[in-house]
Nanobody, 128 residues
């Protein structure tokens, strides 16, 4: 599976941005997906995840209520809609994928170690 992230950029505090991840080599309809981010000088952290069924999502507390993860199986694309952005959201955002299993049908994986494939990342900068 190859993942290509896009949509990053510069936005002001309080603004919105949508980052996307296009997958090739595997259908997202049977793939668990997640978003992680890494700010300068910090460790990578979980942001959001979605089960391969699309029915279950999970979010880090820091983004709950502001970010929305979704996937469009028809065009094999994962999205992360980010609203009410804050300077502390500044980071490189990575999408990740895990081949779907029975256990993952309605489960959103939140640990980086659970994922098999990673995109190259897209930079999001929120100015104060």
């Amino acid at each position: 599976v190859q993942l290509q992230a896009s949509g990053g950029g510069l936005v002001q505090t309080g603004g919105s941005l949508r980052v996307s991840c296009t997958a090739s080599g595997r259908s997202l309809s049977i793939t668990n997906m997640g978003w992680f981010r890494q700010a300068p000088g910090k460790e990578r952290e979980f942001v959001a995840a979605i089960s391969w069924s699309g029915r279950i999502t999970d979010y880090a507390d820091s983004v709950k209520g502001r970010f929305t993860i979704s996937k469009v199986n028809a065009n094999n694309t994962l999205h992360l809609q980010m609203n009410s952005l804050r300077p502390e959201d500044t980071a490189v955002y990575y999408c990740a994928a895990r081949r779907g299993t029975v256990d993952g049908r309605n489960y959103a994986y939140t640990r980086g170690d659970d994922y098999e494939f990673w995109g190259q990342g897209t930079l999001v900068t929120v100015s104060s």
